[in-house]
């Protein structure tokens, strides 16, 4: 094993640990007081987060220096969305409290990290021209706001539920209001939706012959996700479409989206190897 090598194990247990550690301080803190908006578990939240995020790109830069090169494997695409989606809620969270929304986001780092370092099968990104490097970096990005607008809407509906069924949810105090949570989905999913406008466009032009390279169900159901997002801030804008309507929308939108990105990697990279 190389030195760097080494380094990068030790990066991935110590990301992991902060998040780890946030994430159980915030519950216990929570649990002791969920009426209390500051404890010192919920003033260093964003601190532990910060931390583990910067350890999180040490660990996906030391990666890519030891492979010359970032991964597009399965665990290491997650790994590095995981670490976008998180630096992306954490600038959120100066402007709106939403630690109670990146507490699953914690959760599903700390898994990708360890299945990266576990399982990961590197295999390099290959921007081949300026075209092509615009494509992934675009895809990255669109799918990262995405996937905190799908937390954003997964969140909303469970506020929702609780209102309908009069069931009080303590953590729901830590929220934004509705209307304001509303607003950020929207802001996220018009800004994830212009980006990835952006990727299949610049895919449409750089990549070529799509079937070969086995990417046709992924421009597919790239495409189908991409029509969902635009029919709702189409409704949006339109007929005011907002509760269940928008999440569910939203969320399917996202499912379309999740299957086109990483559906034919876990089927390539998992499903055929076991056969």
């Given at each position: 094993?190389?030195?760097?090598?080494?380094?990068?194990?030790?990066?991935?247990?110590?990301?992991?640990?902060?998040?780890?550690?946030?994430?159980?301080?915030?519950?216990?803190?929570?649990?002791?007081?969920?009426?209390?908006?500051?404890?010192?578990?919920?003033?260093?939240?964003?601190?532990?987060?910060?931390?583990?995020?910067?350890?999180?790109?040490l660990t996906i830069t030391l990666d890519a220096i030891d492979h010359q090169g970032l991964s597009s494997s399965l665990f290491d695409a997650l790994s590095i969305t995981a670490f976008i989606v998180i630096s992306m809620g954490?600038?959120?969270?100066?402007?709106?409290p939403l630690r109670a929304m990146l507490l699953p986001a914690f959760i599903i780092a700390i898994a990708c990290l360890i299945l990266a370092s576990c399982y990961s099968d590197h295999t390099p990104i290959l921007a081949t021209s300026p075209g092509m490097l615009t494509h992934i970096l675009s895809s990255i990005i669109a799918y990262s706001l995405l996937s905190l607008a799908t937390l954003l809407a997964l969140t909303l509906q469970i506020v929702e539920r609780g209102l309908k069924d009069h069931r009080e949810i303590s953590w729901v105090r830590q929220l934004p209001a509705l209307v304001t949570m509303e607003k950020l989905l929207f802001q996220l999913i018009t800004a994830g939706w212009l980006i990835l406008t952006a990727a299949i466009l610049s895919g449409g032009i750089f990549i070529e012959d799509i079937f070969a390279q086995h990417l046709a169900h992924k421009t597919l159901f790239t495409i189908i996700s991409w029509l969902l997002y635009g029919l709702l801030l189409i409704g949006r804008h339109n007929y005011g479409w907002r509760g269940t309507i928008a999440i569910?929308?939203?969320?399917?939108?996202?499912?379309?989206?999740?299957?086109?990105?990483?559906?034919?990697?876990?089927?390539?990279?998992?499903?055929?190897?076991?056969?």
């Open positions: 094993m190389t030195d760097i090598s080494t380094l990068t194990l030790i990066t991935t247990f110590s990301s992991v640990l902060c998040y780890a550690i946030a994430v159980v301080q915030l519950f216990i803190s929570h649990r002791a007081n969920p009426q209390q908006e500051q404890t010192p578990a919920k003033q260093a939240f964003p601190v532990l987060g910060l931390l583990g995020a910067a350890l999180h790109l954490l600038i959120a969270q100066t402007r709106y569910k929308l939203a969320i399917a939108a996202f499912l379309a989206l999740l299957i086109a990105y990483f559906g034919s990697k876990f089927v390539l990279e998992i499903l055929l190897q076991q056969v």
